[in-house]
Structure formats: structure tokens, C-alpha cells
């Protein structure tokens, strides 16, 4: 699915009411996802073929130990971000929380906190709620232009405007 929502006030009279706002980037995540992971996977995958093709056999020199340590907990670490990291967006007064097989709407009642990452500032956005959703209680986004916009601006701030600025029922 390709979302394209282009508005400036996210409470604007222009928006349909039904019409969802995607604050994460399409392309960013798509890639973050989808792409790198399956891709480290697969070079990961074909490097211990060949390893055990040519040598027969799948060993580390002593040496080299810190070198595989460190590719085994990256890759623990990007699966882990892989399967955390979801579409966000809103519409009306319910959060979307979606990934390439499912969605779900969350009322925004149920958001606990929306906070910048403290190891990817300004450019990872972290929602927590107060009960366990079908995703977790805990879920990532990138925002639009994440990578440029974080260098000026708090992406997280345009979600907590939203909620704040969302009326009650």
C-alpha cells in the first residue's frame, strides 16, 4: 500500500473525516523493515555457505570472536527493530498502528506516552500505551523526512500536538 497525505494542520477542515494521516515514511520504514533486514540476512546466509563450501567446516580464529559476537548481536538487534518498527498514523480520534499484514485502531485514550528514542533522537519515535494492543504495548515509527527533519525540528512533537489538540468526546 502507498499512503500520500499531504496536510499541514492535522485538525484542518480540509481533511476528510475518514481519510487517514500517515506520519511515518512509507519508503523509510518499507526499508527498514523489509529491505535491510532481508537483505543482512541473505549476504549473512550466503557468507556462511561459502565459508562451509570452501572450508568444509564453519569456524572463528581466535581474534576474530569480538567480530562474530558483534554481527550475531546486531542482527538479534535489527530483527528485534524489524518486527517493533510500524506504519503510525491518525485519523479521527484513534491512532492507526499498521505493518504490511494487519492494522489496528487504538483509541488515543489508550497513549501513554510519545517520546523521542534516546539512541536514535529526533529521528525514532517510541509510543507507549497503557494496555497491551494487537502490536504491543510498545511500538516505533520513522517519521516523515526522519533523517533531514530531526536535524532541526522533534518529530515526535507533531503526534503529542495532535493529541492534545484532539477534542474529547
Known amino acids: ?5 499531504v496536510v499541514d494542520d492535522p485538525l484542518s477542515p480540509a481533511q476528510a473525516p475518514d481519510q487517514p494521516v ?6 523509510l ?3 527498514n523493515k523489509v529491505v535491510f533486514p532481508t537483505l543482512w540476512i541473505t549476504v549473512l546466509a550466503w557468507v556462511v555457505i561459502w565459508a ?8 572463528i580464529r581466535s581474534g576474530f570472536g569480538f567480530i562474530a ?5 546486531g542482527t538479534v538487534f535489527m530483527m528485534w ?3 517493533r518498527l510500524q506504519l503510525v498514523g491518525y485519523c479521527g480520534r484513534e491512532l492507526i498502528v499498521a505493518n504490511y499484514r494487519r492494522e489496528a485502531r487504538i483509541p488515543f485514550e489508550q497513549v501513554a506516552a510519545v517520546e523521542s528514542v534516546w539512541w536514535y533522537r529526533s529521528r525514532l519515535v517510541r ?8 502490536f504491543g504495548d510498545c511500538v ?12 532541526f525540528s522533534k518529530p515526535e512533537e507533531e503526534l503529542r500536538r495532535v493529541l492534545a489538540r484532539s477534542p474529547m468526546l
Open 69 to 73: 559476537l558483534f554481527v550475531v548481536v
Open 140 to 151: 516505533y515509527y520513522l517519521p516523515k523526512w526522519g533523517p533531514l527533519r530531526g536535524l
Open 52 to 59: 562451509f563450501v570452501t572450508y568444509g567446516r564453519i569456524s
Open 1 to 5: 500500500m502507498v499512503y500520500h497525505v
Open 29 to 31: 520504514t518499507f526499508l
Open 81 to 83: 527493530m524489524a518486527v
Open 22 to 27: 500517515w506520519l511515518s515514511g512509507a519508503i
Open 127 to 134: 509510543i507507549r500505551f497503557h494496555r497491551a494492543t494487537p
